[in-house]
């Protein structure tokens, strides 16, 4: 089951939340720093990290503080390496078969690599939905994912493309 939601992402109770992060597990906007400041010191120290990631990884950890068991940090892009369709396809995939892979039934996701500069929104729900339609042919978990928008007008484009809802 999909469901879009507008709410703050670090304020979901689920199993994962999945975290957009540069290579080196940096959040790729202001407003994702909000997870870091309520996941607290134990969390903030995990994300130092000696090597960098390459685009397309999820990485998984404790979620500290946050309401949710992990956090799947989705590496979308690094210092040379801009979001693209194809980092946010891959990097997706690689979130799903984490979340399969730890059987975790819940997850949180906001829509990956939009914002400024990035990709538009409903570029990215199209990738979302079909990425999600691949994975649940294959996959027993999740079984359920919560798309977190930030506005009615984002979670009407979402539920469009995604749930073929209005």
């Not at 399969?100 to 914002?115: C, D, F, Y």
């Not at 409903?122 to 930030?150: F, S």
Request: glycine content about 6%.
């Amino acid at each position: 089951m999909i469901r879009v939601v507008v709410d703050d992402l670090a304020f979901v109770e689920t199993d994962a939340t999945v975290r957009p992060a540069s290579t080196n597990l940096e959040p790729i906007s202001s407003a994702l720093r909000n997870i870091e400041k309520i996941a607290g010191p134990a969390f903030q120290k995990q994300l130092s990290v000696k090597e960098q990631f390459s685009v397309g990884a999820a990485v998984v950890t404790d979620a500290g503080d946050l309401p949710a068991a992990v956090v799947i940090h989705a590496v979308i892009q690094g210092p040379d390496e801009p979001v693209t369709r194809s980092g946010i396809r891959k990097t997706l995939v690689q979130v799903l078969q984490q979340v399969n892979a730890w059987q975790l039934a819940k997850i949180a996701i906001p829509p990956l690599g939009v914002g400024p500069g990035n990709l538009e929104l409903d570029v990215v729900a199209q990738i979302m939905q079909e990425v999600i339609c691949e994975h649940e042919i294959l996959a027993q978990y999740p079984e359920e994912i919560c798309i977190v928008v930030d506005s009615e007008d984002e979670k009407s484009v979402v539920d469009s493309i995604v749930t073929g809802s209005v």
